[in-house]
């Protein structure tokens, strides 16, 4: 590792002397990740990872409008009454629709655990599908063999993604869905998973930028109806990652009331995305980082190659 960190690079040469000395088990999720360089910073410690974040933003009046009119409508056991609401946007008419799905699937109490695929059919794909609709730049695509892992390289990795968010041109998140009840330890190697892909599709991207803001990922992760929302990038020979929000999904009878919360983190996870994408056509070369400044990706065969 080059960098001008010295904390950073002792703590990246000593998880690496761990590893060698066959100190690390694949269970280590924190280790892994300093592995290949991924380390976890909050805001005030790591601005560079906020140019890359849109401000968190409220919601338009007339949707503020809908939130209510559905949250009424649950608590009264009544129709939900929507009328004379404009809507003015494609982005308006994605949340409207998001609400009324809302209404429709959650507003009584399931009377069984949800299953993965049942997670993702009626509440994931409810609220990213409307957002990431190919209306407009970029959209999402459900069980996709990511780009990154159908090409022959040394850190490559089987296990595709859940979902990908896909522009026209590249590969900008991925996101992985778990169903209630999983594990922590399986909901922590799901975020390792999303952390590291997020960091293959950033490389791929970084080979190809235009301009400095598109020198960036980001990552979803959903265990039953808590989410997580990340930004990966590239900064000083090493890969800060910030997690940029928590909340609960509004997709059950019993979390409804956290809409306005839930579609505001999503409006800047998409807008964020909107932003990173070049809008400018130059024919100079562009080169961002320098190829060996990159740090491979360590997956879970190579600490089990370390241990054996």
């Not at 140019?51 to 056991?77: D, G, H, S, T």
């Not at 794909?125 to 069980?143: A, F």
């Not at 990038?233 to 909340?247: A, K, M, T, W």
Request: aromatic share 8%; net charge neutral; hydrophobic share 40%.
């Amino acid at each position: 590792m080059v960098t001008s960190n010295s904390n950073i690079k002792s703590i990246y040469d000593n998880t690496h002397n761990l590893a060698f000395e066959k100190l690390l088990k694949p269970s280590d999720i924190e280790k892994r990740l300093l592995l290949s360089a991924l380390f976890e910073t909050s805001h005030p410690n790591n601005p560079a990872n906020r140019q890359y974040i849109v401000p968190l933003k409220k919601l338009p009046k007339n949707i503020i409008q809908c939130v209510r009119a559905m949250e009424q409508a649950i608590e009264n056991r009544t129709v939900i009454n929507l009328q004379g609401i404009p809507l003015n946007t494609v982005n308006e008419v994605a949340l409207y629709h998001i609400l009324v799905g809302i209404y429709l699937n959650h507003s009584k109490p399931t009377k069984w655990p949800s299953s993965e695929i049942d997670l993702i059919a009626k509440s994931v794909s409810e609220l990213l599908c409307s957002l990431w609709s190919p209306h407009n730049d970029i959209t999402v695509s459900w069980d996709f063999s990511t780009w990154i892992n159908k090409q022959k390289m040394p850190d490559s990795i089987s296990t595709r993604p859940d979902l990908v968010f896909c522009s026209g041109l590249c590969e900008v998140g991925n996101g992985e869905i778990k169903p209630v009840g999983t594990s922590k330890s399986c909901v922590d190697l799901a975020r390792a998973r999303v952390l590291e892909t997020c960091k293959r599709q950033l490389h791929v991207r970084l080979k190809n930028a235009l301009l400095p803001i598109e020198a960036v990922t980001f990552g979803l992760l959903v265990y039953g109806l808590c989410y997580e929302t990340f930004v990966v990038s590239f900064s000083d020979g090493y890969y800060p990652y910030e997690r940029v929000s928590v909340g609960l999904l509004p997709t059950s009878f019993n979390s409804y009331k956290n809409a306005e919360k839930t579609l505001m983190d999503l409006i800047q996870l998409k807008e964020s995305m909107s932003m990173s994408l070049s809008t400018e056509i130059t024919s100079e070369e562009f080169i961002l980082v320098k190829k060996d400044l990159l740090i491979p990706t360590v997956s879970y065969s190579s600490i089990v190659k370390y241990n054996n």
